[in-house]
C-alpha cells in the first residue's frame, strides 16, 4: 500500500504539472480523483472527488479552455448537470456512451472502465485502451474474458498516435465483426438469449481525445467519411469529444491515407507527414490553430 501511494502522488503531481501548462483542467480533476478514490475506504470517494473538482475548475478564468475546432467543449451548466442528476447520461454524456450508426461501438473514460456494472451491462467483450500507463484489466475483470488491445500514447497534440491508426481501426472492424456473429444465428435472425453478443469500448482517460481521435479515425476508414463529418456523427452520441489539435491534423493526413489507391501511396503520405511534422508547446498549437480558423 505504501508504494501504491507514493506512485499515486507522483502521478497527481505529474498530472497536475501537466495540467497547468496544457489548460486541461479534467485531467487534474480526474488525477485527484484517482488519489482520494484510491486512499480512501468509501468507494464513493472517487466520484464525489471528480464532480467536485470538475465543478471547481468551470470557475478557473483559463480561457485557452476554448474549442480547437467548431464543436463547443461541455459549459459549466452541463458539468453542474452532474452533480444534480448524479451523472450526464440524459444529456448524452454518460459514462459509457454508444456511437452512433456503428454498431455496438461504445466510448468513454477511464472512470467508466473501472465501474463494472456498467461494463457488463452494456456487454463489452472487447476493449481498446489509449492511455499512457496500464489500465490493469485482469485486476478488475479477473471473471471476464475481455480481448484487450493497448496503445501506449498520451494526449499531447506531439504525439504521433497516426502511426497507430491502421492496427486500431482493424482491430476494432475485428472485434465488432465477432460481436455481430456472436449476434446473429445461421438464418440470419437474432439470438433469442440477450446480450447482444458483445460490444467494444473504447477508452482514453476522459473519453475526450485520444479515444475520440481513433473512433474517427475507425469511422472514416469504415465508411469513408471525411474528419470533420465523422467527428459530427461521433458528437451526436457524445458531445464532450474533442481531439487535441496535433490529433486533428492527424486525422487530415489519414483522410489522405484512406484515399490512396496503394499501400505505396499510403506510406508514402504518412512518411512526408512524419518528416515535416511541427511539434511544439501547448499554446504554439493554440497559435496555430487560431491562424488556421481565421
Same mark, same amino acid.
Not at 191 to 206: D, L, N, T, Y
Not at 246 to 253: A, C, D, H, R, S
Not at 279 to 292: F, I, P, V
Given at each position: ?28 480533476a ?15 470517494a ?26 463547443s467543449q ?6 453542474m448537470?452532474?452533480l ?12 459509457v456512451?454508444?456511437v452512433p %450508426? &456503428?454498431?455496438? !461501438?461504445?466510448?468513454?473514460? @477511464?472512470?467508466?472502465? $473501472?465501474?463494472? #456494472?456498467?461494463?457488463? +451491462? ?33 494526449d ?9 491508426f ?24 437474432e ?16 473519453g475526450?481525445? %485520444? &479515444?475520440?481521435? !481513433?473512433?474517427?479515425?475507425? @469511422?472514416?476508414?469504415k $465508411?469513408?467519411? #471525411?474528419?470533420?463529418? +465523422?467527428?459530427a ?26 484515399q ?18 511541427f ?14 480558423n481565421?
Open positions: 500500500m505504501y508504494y501504491e501511494l507514493c506512485y499515486l502522488t507522483l502521478h497527481v503531481i505529474s498530472r497536475t504539472w501537466r495540467a497547468i501548462n496544457d489548460y486541461d483542467l479534467e485531467k487534474w480526474f488525477a485527484v480523483a484517482l488519489f482520494c478514490g484510491a486512499t480512501s475506504n468509501d468507494p464513493e472517487g466520484p464525489r472527488h471528480f464532480a467536485t473538482f470538475w465543478v471547481h475548475s468551470t470557475t478557473m478564468s483559463f480561457h485557452h479552455l476554448s474549442t480547437y475546432n467548431n464543436f461541455p459549459t459549466s451548466s452541463l458539468r448537470s452532474y444534480i442528476h448524479g451523472s450526464t447520461s440524459h444529456t448524452g454524456m454518460g459514462w456512451d454508444q %450508426r &456503428s454498431g455496438k !461501438l461504445f466510448i468513454g473514460g @477511464l472512470y467508466a472502465l $473501472y465501474q463494472t #456494472d456498467l461494463i457488463r +451491462a452494456a456487454g463489452i467483450t472487447h476493449v481498446l485502451s489509449v492511455i499512457d500507463y496500464d489500465p490493469a484489466l485482469k485486476e478488475r475483470f479477473p471473471d471476464l474474458q475481455l480481448e484487450h488491445l493497448h496503445i501506449r500514447a498520451d499531447h497534440p506531439n504525439e504521433n498516435l497516426l502511426q497507430h491502421e492496427e486500431s481501426v482493424k482491430y476494432v472492424d475485428g472485434a465488432l465483426k465477432e460481436v455481430d456473429q456472436e449476434r446473429w444465428n445461421g438464418e440470419g435472425q439470438k433469442e438469449s440477450g446480450g447482444g453478443g458483445g460490444g467494444v469500448f473504447v477508452h482514453c482517460a476522459m475526450k481525445s %485520444r &479515444s475520440a481521435t !481513433l473512433v474517427v479515425a475507425y @469511422l472514416m476508414w $465508411y469513408k467519411l #471525411d474528419a470533420p463529418t +465523422a467527428l456523427q461521433l458528437v451526436e452520441g457524445r458531445p464532450v469529444c474533442c481531439p487535441n489539435p496535433g490529433f486533428q491534423e492527424q486525422l487530415k493526413v489519414w483522410e489522405k491515407m484512406c490512396s489507391e496503394t499501400e505505396d501511396e499510403k506510406k508514402k503520405i504518412y512518411e512526408e507527414w512524419e518528416r515535416t511534422r511539434t511544439g508547446e501547448y499554446w504554439e498549437w493554440d497559435q496555430r490553430s487560431l491562424k488556421a481565421l
